[in-house]
């Protein structure tokens, strides 16, 4: 698991990604209250937070997140997506051969906060780092899945005189979290 994951690790950052490991949820939820804080989330304009939800949220308890940290909102709509500073998402798998973060984006709600916020903090349990992308493929159902995304690093474009722009089409910065302990809490 430490090759997958340090591998995954140097792809990622190669592309100008993020990467911090944590032991446990409490110490990577820690981790992001205090980023989320350090960037500025408030109540105030364009300052806010949108977290998708899934297991590692319903673990944490959203609704004592929300009053330690106003600004932070789980009821995702576009026109939050937009006005949020920070987007917060589970990922399903990543590549390690390519540092891409792999997710069934078929509820909207991941894609907005995933696509819209200029910052993405993308949460991964370490054992959902796969070797490449035929492994990854072996664990996806398309009758059950209506939307992937696939993600490699920030947003980036060069227009025709090869300019490179970070976060034009999304996210200019992009924030992985990897958990150890990552436990899933079934519906």
């Known amino acids: ?48 937070a949108v977290w998708a939800a899934g297991s590692f949220l319903e673990k944490a308890g959203k609704g004592g997140l929300g009053v330690q940290l106003p600004g932070l909102r789980f009821d995702i709509t576009q026109e939050a997506a937009a006005a949020s500073k920070v987007g917060i998402s589970q990922l399903d798998w990543a590549i390690s051969a390519t540092g891409t973060l ?53 947003s980036r474009t060069a227009d025709i005189e090869r300019v490179l722009t970070i976060g034009v089409h999304g996210p200019e910065r992009l924030i992985i979290v990897v958990v150890d302990a990552f436990e899933r809490v079934m519906a």
């Open 102 to 154: 792999v997710q069934d984006a078929t509820a909207v709600e991941k894609r907005l906060v995933s696509t819209l916020p200029p910052i993405h903090i993308a949460l991964l349990g370490t054992e959902r780092i796969l070797e490449d992308m035929g492994s990854v493929l072996q664990h996806l159902r398309p009758e059950q899945i209506n939307y992937i995304s696939f993600i490699t690093g920030p």
């Open 1 to 48: 698991m430490n090759a997958q994951f340090e591998a995954f690790k140097t792809r990622a950052e190669a592309v100008s990604a993020e990467v911090h490991r944590f032991a446990t949820q409490a110490e990577a939820l820690a981790f992001i209250l205090g980023f989320l804080r350090e960037v500025g989330v408030s109540e105030a304009p364009q300052c806010g």
